[in-house]
């Protein structure tokens, strides 16, 4: 029976962990939080989902709770989109160079990356199985385009199990094409402990799992990375104020939009000149300085 490769993350290195995505699609990472960063983001959080309504419909779940806009909910974001085996990761398979011709230059250009997405999920007793989908559908991404444009983690903050709904992930999916339909029967459940994580690309077919507990909440942090040249899923700039961007450090800050990537993306004007707009958050960092 074909599983998840399980690493661990005391002693996995980044080559490890490409090595395996790149042939399955998806990775386990025990021990990807540390017992403080489990338990901040356990404080942080679980009081807040708890407050969250549920039922909206099948593929979101109706029994499913939900809570977004993490950034401003815990500072343990940061930990894990700077993570050193999913970001790194994460620039391996997004930021591939490629080649192009400007007048008489033939040049190597690279993307950045993104925070796409951020999100707790909480799955209640009783709830069905989401739909197997691929989530770089949500920018229109194709298997014709030759290479991925997202990297997800679901993190565990509690235990997944095949009964409280772990995470339904089909192993090597990314390879197919787009026709090939997925099939409930060919994937498998995520089953890890609270404070592990699974990575997967955004080409693999996966879904919430079926919860059949009486009484068990499986509750899961999912953040993306994505390339910088796809809109990001969660909209930052309206959900995050320039003062809360401000307050993290900048490879943070241009993680969630704030900079102009290569050479033509997310430019402002400035005196004539294509500016990166990170520098309008520098008096904000100073104000925040100082109230702190």
Known sequence: MVTLVRLNGATASVENVISVLDRDGGVIIENFLTPAQLAGMRDDLLPLIEEQSTGRDDFFGMNTRRLSSLFAKTRYSADVVTHPLYLPAAKHFVCVPQHRWSGENYMEVTCDIQVGVSQAIQIGPGEGGQ????????????????REARLQVMIALSDFTAENGGTMVIPGSHRWDDERKPHIDEAIPTEMSAGSALLFLGGVYHGGGTN??????RTGVTFALDASFVRQEENHYLALTPELVASYPEDVQRLLGWSMSGRALGWIEVDGELSDPNFLLKPLEKSAALAG
Request: glycine fraction near 10%; aromatic fraction near 22%; charge should be neutral.
């Open 212 to 217: 059949r507990t009486e009484s068990e909440w």
């Open 131 to 146: 739909a197997l989908h691929r989530d770089d559908g949500a920018f229109f991404w194709s298997r014709k385009f030759g």
